[in-house]
């Protein structure tokens, strides 16, 4: 199909671009911009009043696909991915089997290519079996198509360990995605240690459980010249620790989520098991370090970390539940909401942070809508105004604190290689 995107705002951080402008899609790649543009046999899609973007990339999903499809799987994983405006995510691999091998990673990048709704990549196991003894193949990770490793979910145990694991890394030019906790401190804890975990008898996990484990990494990173990528930062200390390293030079990248700029650890009140996630939700002080982290260029990305599980699997005691919330569906309002619209950032600044540079840290020609690139896209009205409601999402999963929030920023159509893969009047 040919389309011409008639008379959008047209925001690239990639050519520092934005203006009203016409987008020609031809052949599945961005054909050409301009004004007044007009090509037989193409369809037009008026987007005047409307934002049109480079398509979202999602550093962090979990697909739960193979072995854990009754959470989500790759095809109903796609379906909230193109209703979010994303067009490429990361999966990670701590699956059932985990993606600890070739055959693993190929499976995941053939079915997402299958379901054609987005451009699905995949992470590899740090180690074998995610059981932190053994250093998986990782060259064979690579040649497989895996665009990093990591142990997301558990941290590498042995700091001896996670540095041969950076060493290997850098041979073969891949990013690291730490998942940095210090289990030891962690120790049977639910939610963040504070008044409110005191409140509701809850046992803590203190923030150090984070910030020390990120520091480590950090160092050993910085210590081997290796690309770390520090995933879900939540908490002040681990933030100015990635500040400090990248100020003497480290090849250090981290991401947050919009859970973790949006919310407090408050949400936990009444014992909201939607409201408990890995890392937790912190207090106030952390909330507006990420927000600070996020302003001056220390947090480098926004992830969601998509956890999608069953309702059985969260409507149980607090300290039983599972971890995790969904969040492909409303991490761009969210970020309009919290971020672009009390005047954090700019609404160019949040696309840079949700799509060119991600493009950029996993290494693909991707988050751009220069001539030639790909057509991944997403039209958006940054101004409608809506109440989330979970019951509504493509994804298997509904455990969103969320549901029943107001948020700015309705995606309209998400374009994924030159075809549109989602319209606001389908889901």
Avoid: W
């Amino acid at each position: 199909m040919r389309y011409i995107i008639k008379g959008g705002r047209v925001i690239d951080p990639s050519q520092q671009l934005d203006e009203v402008l016409d987008i020609l899609i031809d052949d599945g790649r961005i054909a050409a911009l301009g004004k007044g543009l007009a090509a037989e046999d193409a369809e037009v899609i008026d987007a005047g009043g409307k934002v049109v973007a480079p398509g979202l990339i999602d550093l962090h999903v979990h697909f739960r696909e193979p072995g854990l499809t009754y959470k989500e799987d790759i095809a109903s994983g796609s379906r909230a991915a193109a209703r979010g405006g994303v067009t490429t995510v990361v999966c990670m691999p701590n699956t059932d089997p985990v993606v600890d091998h070739p055959a693993l990673v190929k499976y995941v990048m053939e079915k997402g290519r299958a379901v054609g709704l987005t451009n699905v990549l995949t992470t590899g196991c740090i180690t074998k079996g995610m059981k932190s003894e053994e250093l998986s193949e990782i060259g064979d990770l690579k040649e497989a198509g895996a665009v990093a490793i990591t142990d997301d979910g558990r941290p590498v145990l042995s700091s001896g360990l996670m540095r041969r694991a950076l060493e290997y890394a850098k041979m073969f030019d891949m990013p690291v995605m730490s998942h940095s906790e210090d289990l030891s401190l962690v120790d049977g804890g639910s939610m963040n240690e504070g008044e409110t975990s005191t409140r509701l008898g809850l046992r803590g996990i203190p923030k150090t459980a984070e910030s020390v484990a990120v520091s480590r990494d950090v160092l050993i990173a910085e210590e081997t010249g290796a690309r770390l990528h520090v995933c879900h930062v939540s908490t002040k200390n681990s933030i100015e620790a990635v500040r400090a390293a990248k100020k003497r030079g480290a090849k250090i990248t981290c991401e947050t989520a919009p859970h973790y700029f949006s919310l407090t650890d408050k949400a936990c009140e009444g014992f909201c098991t939607n409201a408990k996630m890995n890392p937790p939700l912190r207090d106030a002080e952390d909330v507006a370090a990420v927000i600070e982290g996020l302003m001056d260029g220390t947090i480098d990305a926004i992830a969601t970390d998509h956890a999608p599980h069953h309702r059985d699997e969260k409507e149980v005691e607090f300290d039983k539940a599972l971890n995790g919330i969904v969040g492909l569906e409303t991490s761009l309002p969210l970020g309009i909401t919290h971020l672009v619209r009390p005047g954090k950032l700019t609404l160019s600044q949040l696309i840079e942070k949700m799509s060119t540079v991600p493009a950029k840290i996993i290494g693909i020609d991707r988050g751009s809508l220069q001539q030639g690139k790909i057509a991944d896209l997403v039209l958006f009205d940054p101004e409608e105004k809506y109440i989330i409601h979970g019951d509504d999402f493509a994804s298997k999963g509904r455990n969103t604190p969320f549901d029943g929030h107001e948020v700015y920023g309705k995606v309209l159509m998400t374009i994924s290689e030159g075809k549109v893969v989602y319209t606001a009047a389908c889901r």
